[in-house]
C-alpha cells in the first residue's frame, strides 16, 4: 500500500511560480512511476507529467511543457513538480499519482493505482 500525500498548492499570479512536492509512504516508492494531474472545475482530470523510477524518463502534457518540471528524490520519498510561467489556465487541483507498473510511462487516470487528495492552485490574471 502506498499513501501520497501532497503539498505546496496556493494563490500566484500569472507569470509565478510554484513547486508542488508529494510525499510517498511505502519501501516499494523507487520503483513506481509518479504522475501528476490536475483537475479544473467542471472538467475531467488530465495528465501533466510523470516520472520513471530512475528519474532519466519523464513525460510532459503539451499544454505544461517548457514550463513544468517533474523531478523525484528517492531516497526522500518525493516527486516535485516545478512550475514556471504559470497562467490562469493552469488553476486546477492538482494529484500526485504512483502507477506501480514500472517498464513505461502511462498517462490514463485509470492506469494509476494510488492518488493523494490534491492541491489547489489558483493562478490569478
Known amino acids: 500500500q502506498v499513501q501520497l500525500v501532497e503539498s505546496g498548492g496556493g494563490l500566484v499570479q500569472a507569470g509565478g511560480s510554484l513547486r508542488l512536492s508529494c510525499a510517498a509512504s511505502?519501501?516499494?516508492?523507487?520503483?513506481?512511476?509518479m504522475g501528476w494531474f490536475r483537475q479544473a472545475p467542471g472538467k475531467e482530470r488530465e495528465f501533466v507529467a510523470a516520472i520513471r523510477w530512475s528519474g532519466s524518463s519523464t513525460y510532459y502534457a503539451d499544454s505544461v511543457k517548457g514550463r513544468f518540471t517533474i523531478s523525484r528524490d528517492n531516497a526522500k520519498n518525493t516527486v516535485y513538480l516545478q512550475m514556471n510561467s504559470l497562467k490562469p489556465e493552469d488553476t486546477a487541483v492538482y494529484y500526485c499519482a504512483a502507477d506501480r507498473f514500472p517498464y513505461a510511462i502511462r498517462t490514463t487516470t485509470g492506469s494509476y493505482d494510488y492518488w493523494g487528495q490534491g492541491t489547489q492552485v489558483t493562478v490569478s490574471s
Open positions: 511505502g519501501r516499494t516508492f523507487s520503483s513506481y512511476v
